[in-house]
């Protein structure tokens, strides 16, 4: 039979549409097959992938946390320094190796001093904060925040902080009294939102009086582990551009937040009320106030030795710090990222701490034993001076945030093109470079049976044996944690409290085996942290 074109069924543009999509197919997949040979053709070791979805398919899916992820990347890589991956049609570097990753926090910082993150000050005020910006206007306000976070600052607040610590116990003494089983993670996020309130705000939040408090809600709103958040991360970490269309933090959050701030200043403004809090720090600055004069050893570039190096106002970083204009939205975007980044990093710590002294009683014990020790040293009382003499307690967060570190991977992007040191492979401008801290941490070369919670790996000894940047909670370099100190204080002081009043054992609803929640954007266990609480004393 013959069979001409006019038998078909199909017209003519149908056909040619038709010709115009295989043959768009077919270029796409020629792209995509050339695309998936990045590292090979730069000589970075990668692995087999998903035809579709590069190496993130559990990610993408929500079956694994952004940390479980990475470190699941960070064992398959080995035993290479590095590696390349996509993050869907994105290619991203995995650092593996600590020297390396010395190299790229600290001694070659100015070739990685970015993060890449979407900034919009016009549509999204709060989004132009010390986590996301990048470049010289991340410099200047990093050096122009500094001295909110100096030792001194940290003493000063140590009575605020105390305060809140003392309500936090009060709050479960009938619970305690009771034997009741308590969801712990939620009731020390209230604390640590206390606090920050105090400290940074001058506000007192009430989250543990007021269980409507309005700054408790909107941090939620902020963490809530929803689908919604869970999507933006996603998408944002492939393809930012659409991830960012949905906006972080909600309309709602943002507003409460910038009339917040705004109501604050103004208050401080038409009383001429001072007080020595972050709040106050940013009015000064915004007024353009000589701020600069107790620097505490930071400086902006990294130095040989891996340390952050040393500068102050005599040799001119108070000068590259004076033309920023810190007008009241970047304001309100300082005081927003210090008080989310704040209180959910030292929350997780706190919950995740009780989890395992719950789960390990024999280390709950001997953090007991010395905080009573310390204490009946210093006339019972906590203080500043007691809490940095708790050597164990300062062991047991370090541990905790080793299993548990709240943000899972520090991630870079290369600003200037980068030679690997001792190999030819280079690495372009712009290309995305994650460390995997959740890898590194669990990873038995430098943590021997990695699951088991032991804060003697943090003895002078036990660190001496393995490479510092194996253990990363905080970042290192100029971009670390600005509020390094901050978080230790709140963590160890809260912690002490409690441990001083109660005893936390497991109960039914106890996780034996932490599972990460896949939706959260801090690490966080799902199904929350419930304890039994009893009173020691
Ligand atoms: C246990 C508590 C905390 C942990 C584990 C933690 C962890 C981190 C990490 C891993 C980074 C990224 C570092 C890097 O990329 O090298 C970071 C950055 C940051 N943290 Fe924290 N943090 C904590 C507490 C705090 C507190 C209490 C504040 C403020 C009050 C704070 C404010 C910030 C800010 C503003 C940045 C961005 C710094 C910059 O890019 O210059 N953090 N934090």
């Not at 904060?129 to 470049?135: E, I, N, V």
């Not at 917040?260 to 007024?287: G, H, S």
């Not at 899972?408 to 690495?427: A, E, Q, S, W």
Request: aromatic share 10%; net charge positive; proline share 6%.
């Amino acid at each position: 039979m013959e069979l001409s074109l006019s038998a078909l069924p199909l017209s003519p543009w149908a056909l040619a549409w038709g010709a115009l999509l295989v043959a768009l197919s077919a270029a796409a997949a020629g792209v995509w097959a050339w695309q998936a040979t990045f590292w090979q053709r730069r000589g970075v070791p990668t692995l087999p992938m998903d035809p579709l979805l590069g190496h993130s398919r559990d990610r993408l899916l929500l079956r694994v946390s952004a940390g479980e992820q990475f470190a699941r990347l960070y064992r398959r890589l080995a035993p290479h320094p590095f590696g390349g991956v996509f993050q869907f049609l994105r290619p991203t570097f995995v650092v593996r190796d600590p020297e390396l990753i010395k190299q790229i926090m600290v001694k070659d910082f100015s070739h990685f001093e970015e993060r890449g993150l979407f900034v919009n000050e016009k549509t999204n005020p709060l989004s132009a904060h010390l986590f996301s910006l990048d470049g010289p206007r991340w410099r200047k306000l990093r050096v122009k925040l500094t001295p909110t976070f100096t030792s001194g600052k940290m003493k000063m607040m140590f009575g605020l902080m105390h305060g809140c610590a003392l309500e936090l116990c009060a709050f479960l003494r009938d619970a305690a009294r009771r034997r009741h089983v308590v969801e712990m993670k939620d009731v020390v996020a209230k604390f640590t939102t206390d606090v920050i309130g105090t400290c940074a705000f001058g506000l007192q939040f009430n989250s543990l009086a007021d269980p409507d408090s309005e700054f408790r809600r909107m941090g939620k709103a902020v963490f809530e582990p929803t689908l919604l958040l869970a999507i933006r991360q996603v998408v944002g970490t492939f393809i930012p551009q659409i991830g960012n269309l949905i906006k972080f933090p909600p309309k709602n959050v943002s507003d409460f937040f910038l009339g917040a701030v705004k109501e604050t200043v103004d208050f401080r403004e038409k009383n001429n009320i001072k007080r020595n809090d972050f709040m106050q720090l940013l009015i000064e600055l915004r007024n353009k106030a000589e701020l600069l004069d107790d620097y505490e050893n930071t400086e902006l570039t990294g130095t040989q030795n891996g340390s952050v190096k040393v500068n102050n106002t005599q040799n001119g970083t108070s000068k590259d710090s004076d033309d920023l204009e810190l007008t009241d939205s970047l304001l309100a975007a300082q005081a927003f990222v210090f008080f989310v980044a704040g209180y959910e990093t030292s929350a997780t710590t706190m919950g995740f701490a009780l989890h395992e002294l719950a789960m390990n009683l024999d280390v709950q014990d001997k953090l007991q034993a010395e905080i009573d020790s310390v204490l009946s040293e210093h006339n019972g009382e906590f203080s500043y001076e007691s809490i940095q003499k708790m050597s164990y307690l300062h062991k047991v967060v370090e541990e905790t945030l080793r299993k548990y570190p709240p943000l899972p991977n520090h991630f870079r992007r290369c600003t200037v093109p980068y030679t690997i040191p001792g190999t030819k492979v280079r690495l372009e401008k712009g290309t995305r470079v994650f460390i995997p801290i959740l890898g590194l941490q669990m990873d038995p070369a430098y943590f021997p049976h990695p699951h088991k919670f032991d804060p003697e790996r943090f003895s002078e000894e036990n660190k001496a044996t393995r490479p510092r940047f194996a253990y990363l909670p905080f970042g290192e370099g100029p971009r670390n944690c600005i509020g390094m100190r901050f978080g230790q204080l709140q963590t160890k002081l809260g912690l002490a409290v409690l441990l001083h009043s109660y005893r936390f054992t497991p109960c039914d609803q106890t996780l034996r085996q932490v599972r990460f929640e896949p939706k959260a954007f801090f690490t966080a266990s799902r199904g929350g942290n419930w304890l039994r609480l009893t009173a020691r004393h």
